[in-house]
């Protein structure tokens, strides 16, 4: 048996937590919030569970459909996912695509990261800001605490998070050097999430619309009340995921939080409103309120180094930065190919 530790209660980290518990190690998680699952998580307001994050869950292989049975509620969200272009044009989605189950859970997709964190031991609310040692002996640097010594490291947050702790740590300058040089070429998108709450539900042939040409202000539209236990009877529930320049253009303009319930909404939510309901094609009214938050590393857009995920001297990284791809279900793969080189180096 090996103490593992992994800093970062994404599904990655998770996923990878799980697969090492069940091969006979002592693993302990380190996350900075409060919450698990990272980007899958659900937020409630008002009556509504928000899927700020992650939206939905495909299962294309075997191991990622027996997870999904497994995780309680499991729901298919039966509508299709369609495009729209730069003008706001809106079309039927690709067939082949919209022929794969999508996945989601009543109540909010945040389940999914309850169920993976369910039996693991996680120190929530609890930032590693540096490592320390070498291989065999690890330790991590809390605020006031050392916790450790670990026989490997697991790092699955984004890729400048990781570097981060790497580049303050005190370990071998050429363990240290080779992932930060691994890491460096992982690119991400910002995303300003913003949720938008009415007195009626537009009726519409979609679940959620994903711009196709990456030229309009929102990336991503979706019916968030066509989801099970998402929204009050009769409330509609729209999520905008608003495109990078738009976000960066607006994001001290908008601080995580909700809006309205009776006082004026911000300038970057009436034009969130605007946009929406140009592309619905339908008057809405006012929102009854919006909710924001913002993602600094939503959307993977390059993947890091070979080296980053195989491995160095008993540090490892996995994630959606293994891919280049913002997929739950990379992300949950990602964790569990790191599970098994980590055991194998165990066991070697």
Request: with cysteine; charged share 15%; aromatic share 6%.
């Amino acid at each position: 048996m090996a103490m593992i530790a992994i800093i970062g209660a994404g599904v990655a980290g998770l996923a990878a937590g799980r697969e090492l518990q069940r091969a006979g190690h002592a693993v302990t998680l380190f996350e900075k919030s409060r919450g698990l699952g990272g980007r899958v998580t659900t937020r409630r307001v008002a009556g509504c569970a928000i899927d700020h994050g992650a939206q939905l869950m495909k299962a294309p292989t075997p191991a990622l459909q027996a997870l999904v049975a497994e995780t309680p509620g499991a729901h298919a969200i039966a509508l299709p996912v369609w495009a729209f272009d730069r003008a706001g044009q809106l079309r039927a989605g690709d067939p082949a695509q919209n022929d794969e189950p999508r996945w989601t859970w009543p109540g909010g997709i945040g389940a999914l990261g309850r169920q993976l964190g369910q039996g693991l031991e996680v120190r929530r609310e609890t930032t590693i800001s540096a490592l320390r040692g070498g291989p065999g002996a690890y330790e991590l640097l809390g605020e006031d605490e050392a916790y450790g010594p670990f026989a490997a490291v697991l790092l699955t947050a984004p890729a400048p998070q990781s570097a981060a702790i790497l580049g303050a740590s005190a370990i071998e300058a050429a363990t240290r050097d080779a992932l930060l040089a691994a890491l460096a070429p992982a690119a991400y998108r910002p995303c300003l999430s913003v949720a938008l709450a009415y007195a009626r539900r537009p009726e519409l042939p979609w679940y959620a619309a994903v711009n196709s040409d990456r030229s309009h202000p929102i990336a991503w539209l979706a019916c968030e009340h066509a989801k099970p236990e998402r929204a009050p009877a009769g409330v509609g529930l729209l999520l905008a995921q608003m495109a990078p320049g738009w976000s960066e253009a607006h994001w001290d303009a908008l601080p995580k939080g909700t809006y309205g319930q009776g006082t004026p909404l911000p300038a970057p939510v009436e034009e969130v409103h605007g946009l929406v309901q140009a592309l619905l094609g339908d008057e809405l009214g006012a929102p009854l309120w919006a909710d924001a938050h913002r993602w600094r590393y939503a959307l993977c857009d390059a993947p890091c180094g070979p080296a980053a995920t195989a491995g160095v001297a008993g540090l490892f990284v996995a994630g959606d930065m293994e891919a280049g791809q913002g997929r739950v279900n990379l992300a949950i793969e990602s964790g569990w190919a790191a599970a098994r080189r980590i055991s194998e180096q165990a066991q070697g």
